[in-house]
Nanobody, 129 residues
Framework: VQLQASGGGSVQAGGSLRLSCAAS????????VGWFRQSPGKEHEFVAA????????FYSNSVRGRFTISRDDAKNTAYLQMNSLKPEDTAVYYC???????????????????????WGQGTQVTVSS
């Protein structure tokens, strides 16, 4: 399975972007998807995730209410809709996959970078004030 992240760019504060994470094959049928981000000099930060069956979503406190994770199984693509962007959202955003039963419902599990085994190349998001 390979992932291709896209949709990053430069926007002003308050603007919106939609990131895409395209997977080869039917990866989402048995994988959970997570979005992380990394700013210069900082560790990877969990942003959002959904379970393998797509029925449960998880968000970090910093993005809850502004970002929405979703997926389109027909297109083998996951999305991260980002609204009301802030300068502190500036980072490289990564999507990752983890093969895990959908019954695993712990935010702590999905928020752990090391649990994911497949990563896309990252897409830059820059938010100016």
């Amino acid at each position: 399975v390979q992932l291709q992240a896209s949709g990053g760019g430069s926007v002003q504060a308050g603007g919106s972007l939609r990131l895409s994470c395209a997977a080869s094959g039917r990866a989402f049928s048995n994988h959970a998807v997570g979005w992380f981000r990394q700013s210069p000099g900082k560790e990877h930060e969990f942003v959002a995730a959904f379970t393998a069956n797509g029925r449960r979503t998880f968000y970090s406190n910093s993005v809850r209410g502004r970002f929405t994770i979703s997926r389109d199984d027909a297109k083998n693509t996951a999305y991260l809709q980002m609204n009301s962007l802030k300068p502190e959202d500036t980072a490289v955003y990564y999507c990752g996959l983890v093969s895990v039963p959908y019954t695993i419902g712990s935010l702590q599990y999905y928020a752990a970078w090391d649990n994911y085994s497949i990563w896309g190349q990252g897409t830059q998001v820059t938010v100016s004030s």
